[in-house]
């Protein structure tokens, strides 16, 4: 114990020497289900496809980030050259304007 709390009285009585946290005296036993181990091989993972996006209404050469799909058809996608919406049932691809900055009281950016 440090110094400094040796004079403050303790809330419970001090554990006994005679009485041990570990029951064979040494070390923590082991418990094989607390113990962890890494897999021996891991696959690589595969990139997703991203069947849904019509690439060839993208920019040329653009690389698809990550693209989603509406239940209503309409498919949003995010390349290294922006981000693009497409109209009802996947038709066109229009590019998604953001706000350079945001207005009080202005509404959500569709």
């Known amino acids: 114990m440090h110094p400094y709390f040796q004079h ?6 001090p ?15 082991h ?4 113990t962890a181990s890494a897999p021996t091989a891991l696959k690589p993972l595969t990139p997703p496809t991203y069947d849904f996006v019509d690439k060839a209404a993208l920019p040329q050469g653009a690389k698809i980030l990550s693209a989603a799909k509406a239940r209503n058809g309409v498919v949003w996608v995010v390349t290294d050259r922006g981000a693009f919406r497409s109209g009802p049932n996947g038709m066109g691809m229009h590019k998604l304007l953001l706000p350079l900055s945001l207005k009080t009281l202005q509404p959500p950016v569709p």
Not at 8 to 13: D, I, S, V, Y
Not at 22 to 29: K, L, S, V
Not at 31 to 34: D, M, Y
Request: hydrophobic letters at 50%; proline letters at 24%.
């Open 15 to 29: 554990v006994p020497s005679s009485l041990s946290l570990f029951p064979h005296g040494g070390a923590a036993a």
């Open 31 to 34: 418990v094989p289900q607390l």
């Open 8 to 13: 403050l009285p303790l809330p419970f009585p």
